[in-house]
Nanobody, 125 residues
Framework: QVQLVESGGGLVQAGDSLRLSCGAS????????MGWFRQAPGKEREFVAA????????NYADSLKGRFTIARDNAKNTVYLQMNSLDPEDTAAYYC??????????????????WGQGTQVTVSS
């Protein structure tokens, strides 16, 4: 049974940083591309970042480049999302996702097979 478990969310102030983690089990992690998405209340789920199987290639939503960094540790079956200079507009539930493949360019939710339960990030002004 595949499980993705996110952690690291919380309530922070504008300008703060957070690092989200997503631990994976039940799948050959190094054979999977990983992604982060977010969803704010009343909005559609949107792409944040993706990373290929070995971490050598990454892909980001244009609006988040320079503030967010995705990384992975295949020895720990974990993908991370470092978020800096957080803004209230970043408030959302953040989800990690997995799909078989070696590419970093999967940016649509329907391209991912497995999803975590999400972790809430709230940024106060």
């Amino acid at each position: 049974q595949v499980q993705l478990v996110e952690s690291g969310g919380g309530l922070v102030q504008a300008g703060d940083s957070l690092r989200l983690s997503c631990g994976a089990s039940g799948l050959p992690f190094s054979n999977y591309a990983m992604g982060w998405f977010r969803q704010a209340p009343g909005k559609e789920r949107e792409f944040v970042a993706a990373i290929n199987w070995d971490g050598a290639r990454t892909n980001y939503a244009d609006s988040l480049k320079g503030r967010f960094t995705i990384a992975r540790d295949n020895a720990k079956n974990t993908v991370y999302l470092q978020m800096n200079s957080l803004d209230p507009e970043d408030t959302a539930a953040y989800y990690c996702a997995a799909r078989a493949g070696y590419y970093s360019g999967y940016a649509a939710p329907n391209q991912y097979k497995y999803w975590g339960q999400g972790t809430q990030v709230t940024v106060s002004s």
